[in-house]
T-cell receptor
Framework: ETGVTQTPRHLVMGMTNKKSLKCEQHLGHNAMYWYKQSAKKPLELMFVYNFKEQTENNSVPSRFSPECPNSSHLFLHLHTLQPEDSALYLC??????????????FGPGTRLTVT | KQEVTQIPAALSVPEGENLVLNCSFTDSAIYNLQWFRQDPGKGLTSLLLIQSSQREQTSGRLNASLDKSSGRSTLYIAASQPGDSATYLCAVDGDKIIFGKGTRLHILP
């Protein structure tokens, strides 16, 4: 596989469930990102990891818990979500971190519905 | 606080026309600006990235310009094709990464 992959592509979960989203990049990049895209709102950056270390957390509620075991894999652990958390969750990667000349490459996203 | 605005929100043009999409931002202290396209229900595809020290970037039929002092970027698409139909997003990388809401482009065959 090439590029950035995300699994699952669709997820329906109840508010009391615990689930995880997975992202894998095959580009040899060092930085990875989680974004949330809600209907009629701009894309929002949630977390940034650079060389496995978290470098940004943009005031994301603790019911979202990221994990980056290595530069190729990124997880988003979900628990006790609310219906307003329903959205498209996008993962991205880049060669280097933010604020440079590095383009971000996105995965296809996970469509999450919280019931 | 950075605000990014994309006007128009939607645009329909006949195939073959040249067109310009606009992105404006309120804080000129940015590191770079990136243009993306997003097809319905899909992830984003990077089109062009302009660093703060650059004035423009070109890739094929696409040309993006950046004027930091006026807080504006434009994406020029030459000889538009039906396959160009998508939502075009700009993202400004400054203190935070802020995206615009996008311009939904429809090219009429």
């Amino acid at each position: 596989e090439t590029g950035v992959t995300q699994t699952p592509r669709h997820l329906v979960m109840g508010m009391t469930n615990k689930k995880s989203l997975k992202c894998e990049q095959h580009l040899g990049h060092n930085a990875m990102y989680w974004y949330k895209q809600s209907a009629k709102k701009p894309l929002e950056l949630m977390f940034v990891y650079n060389f496995k270390e978290q470098t940004e957390n943009n005031s994301v509620p603790s019911r979202f818990s990221p994990e980056c075991p290595n530069s190729s894999h990124l997880f988003l652990h979900l628990h006790t979500l609310q219906p307003e958390d329903s959205a498209l969750y996008l993962c991205a990667s880049s060669q280097g971190g933010r604020r440079g000349a590095y383009e971000q490459y996105f995965g296809p996203g996970t469509r999450l519905t919280v019931t | 606080k950075q605000e990014v605005t994309q006007i128009p929100a939607a645009l329909s043009v006949p195939e073959g026309e040249n067109l310009v999409l606009n992105c404006s931002f309120t804080d000129s202290a940015i590191y770079n600006l990136q243009w993306f396209r997003q097809d319905p229900g899909k992830g984003l595809t990077s089109l062009l990235l302009i660093q703060s020290s650059q004035r423009e970037q070109t890739s094929g039929r696409l040309n993006a310009s950046l004027d930091k002092s006026s807080g504006r970027s434009t994406l020029y698409i030459a000889a538009s094709q039906p396959g160009d139909s998508a939502t075009y997003l700009c993202a400004v990388d400054g203190d935070k990464i802020i995206f615009g809401k996008g311009t939904r482009l429809h090219i009429l065959p």
